[in-house]
T-cell receptor, first 113, second 114 residues
Framework: RKEVEQDPGPFNVPEGATVAFNCTYS??????FFWYRQDCRKEPKLLMS???SGNEDGRFTAQLNRASQYISLLIRDSKLSDSATYLC??????????????FGSGTRLQVQP | NAGVTQTPKFQVLKTGQSMTLQCAQD?????MSWYRQDPGMGLRLIHY???????DQGEVPNGYNVSRSTTEDFPLRLLSAAPSQTSVYFC?????????????FGSGTQLSVL
């Protein structure tokens, strides 16, 4: 089982729709979580950090459910420019105290006119 | 600031050839790292460095070497390329602070090994 699992999609939604992605993680010791956005053939860029129960930034809301070990990303009023792959990332610590980031394989979103 | 600069953007190698992927950052970041990204898999850490003269292995280090002689540069060397190393490679850096996990990525190198 992958440490961080995401539905690969694609999620095809019309402009203006609300869409939600889930991400599950297997390491219960994971401390923080992040959503990165990656455009086609481009580098990932940090979208949001999720340190406690959740975070909101404009049209984007990230929520964390530690009991069920999942993180969600909600995008309201989808824009064409939101089309991208969204990577879920979990931060944990190794037995030697090193910080380790584990990336999911990403969920692809295609917003259609 | 240019951010993280990675070269080349594309490279084709024959099995057994060696090459170096270059990475430089001008943000005075202590932490630098190399990832590979393969279809259906998340980004996987190859090697990382927390400062000049300090490097360590990540999740998939075999077949790769790194060095960190300056804060700015963190080259990745493929010693003897194999088809399994066909991938997209990203260099990333960040400030090495306990509360900071924001990674800045280079634009990537698409590597094909024939």
């Amino acid at each position: 089982r992958k440490e961080v699992e995401q539905d690969p999609g694609p999620f095809n939604v019309p402009e203006g729709a609300t869409v939600a992605f889930n991400c599950t993680y297997s390491n219960s010791a994971s401390q923080s979580f992040f959503w990165y956005r990656q455009d086609c053939r481009k580098e990932p860029k940090l979208l949001m950090s999720v340190y406690s129960s959740g975070n909101e930034d404009g049209r984007f809301t990230a929520q964390l459910n530690r009991a069920s070990q999942y993180i969600s990303l909600l995008i309201r009023d989808s824009k064409l420019s939101d089309s991208a792959t969204y990577l879920c990332v979990a931060l944990s610590f190794t037995s030697t105290g090193r910080r380790a980031l584990t990336f999911g394989s990403g969920t692809r979103l295609q917003v259609q006119p | 600031n240019a951010g993280v600069t990675q070269t080349p953007k594309f490279q084709v190698l024959k099995t057994g050839q060696s090459m170096t992927l270059q990475c430089a950052q001008d943000m005075n970041h202590e932490y630098m790292s190399w990832y590979r990204q393969d279809p259906g898999m998340g980004l996987r850490l190859i090697h990382y460095s927390v400062g000049a003269g300090i490097t360590d292995q990540g999740e998939v280090p075999n077949g790769y070497n790194v060095s960190r002689s300056t804060t700015e540069d963190f080259p990745l060397r493929l010693l003897s390329a194999a088809p399994s190393q066909t991938s997209v490679y990203f260099c990333a850096s960040r400030l090495d602070r306990a509360t900071n996990e924001k990674l800045f990525f280079g634009s990537g190198t698409q590597l094909s090994v024939l």
